[in-house]
């Protein structure tokens, strides 16, 4: 009887490990792939891609780099570090303003606020396009960088002022007592104790702005000026047949958000989670 | 205690505020304006055509195509992404498996959807090539020529191929945030039903799958106003073809607004697309509240 039920918990515990393992295959399995054929020459790739390569064309992702990759890093960091910079401030401005103030119509500006949540870019995107245009904006960072911002304000103070509820009002009336304004307390108290939540905002916007297509294709001409993901289709086209090349080019572009979450999975889980509940 | 009339305040609310009104809720309201004008990128005249980009819309021969394939993505999403992703997160959290596994695979899982939509989109032009790319030759290998096909240059499976991209890359992240929503069930309930003699598979269906319902309803919601604004996916490999077989509503938006330079019909659209997705939000932002204490 015992026996039994180890024997059938053990087939279970294989099973389950099988199937998930099966997955995890899945998932990886064309990426394997395709890191293999970043490391080929065209001609062999075309001969059969399931192949090894005869001599490791490390190269690629050295030519890649060079032709304009680094450009698009260099502006996809630019344009990311302001954009977060921005929306973490004024996220926080907003949420500090919204729980420690009785401010007339505090209400309803935080409804307005959180029903940005619920509006597309594609709706935007024909009138945000002549409105960037008439002034004067259309095709530089900026064109990206305030609509990334105001975008992602509504996500990020919803999950700042849950936190900001959350701590105690103890805090702050020591501080009164002590004369500071409420900017100082802000700045003093608030911010570095909410830098958990700093942090989870900070990793899942990032990831947002970071892999951001639709605007950036619409509102950017210039070349100088492309983020990644708009600099790969560029790259597509620029490299014409060197899929080599292009391979190695996409998986570089794919590295650094990878790199981070395994670094920083803890935070990206708990603003992901917190975000999608209340979002 | 504040007598003082303080304008402080203010100070905190108004540069936020701004900006989410600047550009997110002038945009659409004008958006909606433009629904009814005709009107060119290149020029700032326009002309009031009443209801006339709506009827041109609606009596487009790509508009049942398109409508058509948002939904294939819709509901393909919410079987595989929504309804397999949720089944994993039951079988991560089982206790046959080892916490360090557990993480590793979830990790796993979530990885591509870390990844630029482009940059998947040119991956699996790679993948989806007739000639070199995996699928074809994986099918050459096992020596199943007959089973090989065009994939993104058939008129028939082109949109199919590109549902399929998209849940590679987003059943884990459904899966993690299920996962979590799991993992935030009360220990005592399942104790209570293990003491009651409820197997795994009543206790998940029965105890964990109530108690993490409004989680999963907001993850449905997510897919479906993703599935309606679905775009760059498409953009980025097959830009709608071949002929118009895997438009979608989105892609027609950005190609009447910058190829065609038909902006009131582009506008047109975006209020379809406004309609569709707002009506899912409301309805997620009442589903989030009610669970609230």
């Known amino acids: 009887m015992a026996d039994k039920y180890i ?30 054929n970043s490391l080929k020459t065209n001609q062999e790739m075309f001969l059969n891609s399931l192949a090894l390569p005869k001599k490791w064309m490390f190269v690629n992702y050295a030519t890649a780099w060079g032709k304009g990759l680094f450009f698009y890093f260099k502006n996809s960091v630019i344009v990311s570090a302001i954009s977060i910079f921005f929306i973490l401030l004024l996220s926080s401005m907003l949420a500090y303003g919204l729980t420690r103030f009785q401010l007339p119509g505090g209400t309803f500006v935080f409804f307005l606020i959180l029903g940005g949540m619920a509006l597309s870019e594609q709706v935007a995107l024909v009138p945000l396009y002549k409105i960037l245009q008439a002034l004067k904006l259309y095709n530089t960072r900026l064109a990206l960088i305030l609509p990334y911002i105001a975008f992602r304000i509504p996500f990020t103070m919803f ?71 708009l600099g790969l289709m560029t790259f597509q086209g620029d490299l014409k047949s060197d899929y080599v090349v292009m391979l190695a080019g996409i998986l570089i572009a794919s590295l ?18 917190a975000g999608a509940v209340k979002g | 205690m504040k007598k003082k ?26 958006n909606l304006v433009y629904s009814f004008f005709r009107l060119s990128s290149y020029s700032a005249s326009m002309k009031f055509v009443g209801l006339d980009n709506f009827r041109r819309l609606f009596t487009n021969e790509t508009f049942p195509i398109m409508i058509r394939n948002n939904v294939y993505y819709c509901v393909i999403s919410l079987i595989c992404q ?23 695979c979830r990790n796993i899982y979530f990885i591509p959807a870390l990844v630029s939509l482009t940059a998947v989109g040119m991956m699996f032009n790679f993948i989806y090539n007739p000639q070199m790319g995996l699928l074809n030759t994986m099918l050459k290998h096992f020596g199943f020529v007959s089973l090989q096909q065009t994939w993104l240059g058939d008129r028939n499976l082109a949109i199919f191929c590109i549902i399929a991209m998209s849940q590679w890359q987003f059943t884990g992240y459904i899966t993690l945030l299920m996962v979590v929503a799991f993992q935030n069930v009360s220990r005592d309930y399942i104790e209570a039903a293990v003491i009651d003699g409820a197997g795994p598979v009543r206790r998940a ?36 073809g071949p002929g118009n077989s895997s438009q979608v509503l989105g892609l027609f938006l950005y190609q009447n607004a910058f190829l065609h330079d038909d902006m009131g019909m582009a506008a047109a659209t975006g209020v379809l697309i406004f309609i569709i997705t707002v009506t899912a939000s409301i309805f997620q932002l009442k589903v989030s509240h009610s669970g609230e204490v």
């Open chain 1, 159 to 229: 999950l700042m002022r849950a936190y900001f509820i959350s701590i105690p009002k103890e805090l702050e009336e020591a501080a009164i007592v002590d004369g500071c304004n409420s900017f100082q307390r802000f700045t003093r108290i608030i911010l570095p104790i909410s830098k958990p939540v700093l942090a989870s905002c900070a990793i899942v916007n990032l990831n947002n702005v970071w892999n951001e297509f639709l605007f950036a294709n619409v509102f950017l001409e210039n070349k100088k000026l492309m983020t990644i993901p």
């Open chain 1, 7 to 36: 024997i059938k918990t053990r087939i279970q515990k294989v099973l389950l490990h099988v199937f998930l393992l099966l997955l995890v295959c899945i998932i990886l399995f064309p990426v394997c792939w395709l890191v293999l």
């Open chain 1, 256 to 273: 650094p958000m990878v790199l981070l979450f395994l670094c920083m999975s803890k935070q990206f889980v708990r603003g992901l989670t």
């Open chain 2, 82 to 104: 929504v309804g397999f992703g949720t089944f994993l997160a039951f079988m991560l959290e089982s206790n046959l498996i080892g916490d360090r596994f557990k993480t590793v």
């Open chain 2, 5 to 30: 009339k303080n304008l402080a305040p203010y100070a905190y609310v108004i540069p936020g505020l701004l900006m989410v009104l600047g550009f997110v809720y002038i945009p659409i309201i004008v």
């Open chain 2, 205 to 240: 269906w029965n105890i964990v799958l109530p108690l993490a319902k409004e989680q999963l309803l907001v993850c449905s919601i997510i897919t479906v106003i993703g599935a309606f604004k679905l775009f760059t996916e498409v953009y980025s490999t097959t830009v709608g």
